[in-house]
């Protein structure tokens, strides 16, 4: 079946017991077993719920992945997977990760005795140069929050894979839709779903998929002995997502291009980061592995002044942290999701606007943004 054939009925058969055509919201903690070790594949909703289960059924297909694995938030899903490393080994990430992750991983984990490389992007094509025998896996963010630099996951795989080390891609910002990690090399797949496969700004989850009989049971283990789970209603929301997010996306590109591309031609716009433009330095890359370039935009502002004062000026673009809901947002990493970051050799640049393009009428959406980018003596006279 195809992606979108997928996205609506795998893993969400009709409810047998009352033919209802959406999967329920089994809200229980607890299963009525039918004598003491004997029971019908659920017994507390730590372990398993049957609306997680289809949770995950729908991802791991959408994913190609054998084995899915659904946690309460991104980070949650995140802190599980390095569990799959111990104290004193080595995990390579990308340099421009999430702020979040950097914030774990510098604050929480190398004061406990693991160890941290960060390779920025243009240095991946020498991963082979940054791994040794002590390297347990390799993060890659592609595109990466918020520089939106691409990494070709193949070659990446490649290398980290004949140094006895493992590759886990955030998929966040190109969903399944647009790339697909796993056929492309990689050993495991995490998203935050409260982002494009949610769709709608609603819920916090996050989703870990893999071929790896090994790492999938180690990750189930994981999952019910450390408790980061999904609540039902969580799980329902992102399941009713995934049924529009390929319409959802292909609109998310196409207003994202065409932001791109006039952004690129603003006067008041140092520099586009978007991997679709030519001007990209992974088009190519992004071109090979992705079947279109994502929803989200960066760019540089003037200053970190005009960066501050253009995005408390427009009205569409909402000033918000997160992303990939079906309305658009406005941000300043440095000042946001990057805070954390702030102290590090790669920092967010002071004077980056990220946007979230969502899904309005594009005129709008870039008749928002040429207000805010306007001079000040413009808007005065065309408000």
Request: hydrophobic residues 40%.
């Amino acid at each position: 079946m195809e992606f979108e054939t997928r996205a609506i009925h795998e893993g969400q058969e009709p409810d047998p017991a009352t033919g209802a055509i959406i999967t329920p919201i089994y809200q229980t903690s607890t299963y009525v077993q039918d004598a003491v070790g004997e029971h019908k594949g659920y017994d507390y909703s730590r372990v398993a719920n049957p609306t997680r289960t289809a949770l995950q059924e729908a991802l791991a297909s959408l994913e190609g992945a054998d084995h899915g694995i659904a946690f309460s938030s991104g980070l949650g899903a995140t802190t599980t997977l390095m569990h799959l490393v111990d104290p004193g080994q080595r995990v390579v990430l990308i340099a421009d990760v999430y702020g979040g992750v950097y914030r774990m991983t510098s604050q929480v984990y190398e004061p406990k005795g693991y160890l941290f490389d960060y390779v920025p992007a243009d240095e991946f094509p020498n991963l082979r140069d940054h791994l040794d025998d002590n390297t347990r896996m390799v993060w890659i963010e592609s595109p990466s929050n918020p520089l939106l630099n691409v990494v070709d996951i193949r070659a990446a795989a490649e290398a980290a894979h004949d140094a006895g080390a493992i590759v886990v891609v955030d998929n966040t910002f190109a969903t399944p839709y647009l790339q697909q990690p796993l056929s492309l090399g990689a050993d495991v797949v995490v998203h935050s779903t409260t982002k494009y496969l949610g769709g709608h700004s609603d819920t916090v989850g996050g989703f870990a998929a893999t071929n790896d009989p090994t790492i999938a049971e180690r990750l189930y283990f994981l999952q019910k002995s450390l408790g980061a789970v999904p609540g039902p209603f969580d799980c329902w929301l992102v399941l009713r997502g995934i049924k529009t997010l390929a319409v959802r996306m292909r609109q998310h590109c196409e207003n994202a291009m065409a932001v791109a591309l006039w952004l690129e031609r603003h006067g008041n716009v140092e520099r586009v980061l978007y991997p679709g433009l030519p001007s990209h330095p992974s088009h190519t890359i992004a071109a090979h592995q992705m079947r279109d370039f994502g929803g989200m935009v960066s760019f540089l502002a003037e200053s970190e002044q005009h960066a501050i004062d253009l995005v408390a000026r427009t009205k569409l673009f909402q000033l918000a942290e997160s992303l990939g809901g079906v309305e658009s947002l406005i941000e300043v990493p440095a000042k946001m999701t990057h805070a954390s970051t702030a102290s590090a050799p790669f920092a967010a640049p002071r004077n980056l606007v990220r946007l979230s393009v969502g899904i309005e009428a594009v005129q709008d959406l870039i008749a928002d943004l040429e207000h805010a980018l306007a001079p000040a003596a413009v808007r005065s006279s065309s408000s």
